[in-house]
């Protein structure tokens, strides 16, 4: 056989018709239908964790004359969690949402501003803790990769995760927190 033979032979193979289009139709409607379910149930689960976390009070603002920053950064908020139990999510007041994060620390405590996200304030009374970590709220990432700070809320204790855009940056958080938390203390 010539090559020009088999060109011939090659383009003269096609695939069969489709004759059921009914059925395919309907197959991914179903499939369709199917993934909408899965989300809304999803979606549905996520409201009930904030219902079931009715107790978690308001988040505090900012006040209005901070303080001079000792400590800026940039970079992810992962979302946070009852202390101790990283994967037990806190939804409440948007506290489960993850977000690009500018943390600013003054002495009078930690502001965490979330662009398309719920801000907040962490009085540096109620910091109880700074710690470098690897995971949060279903996220992992490498040993030391994630600045976890530990605060009282109401009668909670959170750990609320974030990640600079340069990870170099937590060890200083961490020192600094935890010096400030210290001094604190001691003036008590």
């Known amino acids: 056989m010539t090559p020009l033979h088999l060109t011939y032979q090659a383009a003269g193979k096609q695939s069969a018709e489709v ?12 499939l369709v239908l199917f993934v909408a379910l899965v989300y809304w149930l999803m979606r549905e689960g996520w409201k009930w964790r904030g219902t079931l976390q009715g107790d978690v009070p308001e988040l505090p603002d900012a006040p209005d004359e901070p303080g001079e920053a000792r400590l800026t950064m940039s970079g992810r908020y992962h979302g946070s969690t009852t202390a101790g139990q990283w994967l037990d999510r806190i939804v409440a007041h948007g506290l489960g949402t993850r977000s690009r994060v500018e943390l600013t620390l003054t002495d009078a405590g930690l ?6 996200a719920t801000d907040f304030f962490v009085p540096l009374a109620q910091v109880r ?7 949060i709220a279903g996220k992992v990432l490498t040993e030391g990769g994630l600045l976890v700070v530990t605060w009282q809320h109401g009668e909670r204790l959170i750990d609320s995760g974030f990640r600079s855009d340069h990870a170099a940056e937590h060890i200083e958080w961490v020192e600094t927190l935890n010096h400030m938390i210290n001094k604190t203390e001691g003036a008590r």
Do not use: I, S
């Open 19 to 30: 004759t059921d289009w009914a059925a395919r139709v309907g197959w991914l409607v179903g």
């Open 129 to 135: 803790e700074a710690r470098l970590d690897k995971g």
């Open 111 to 116: 502001d965490v501003v979330r662009p398309g």
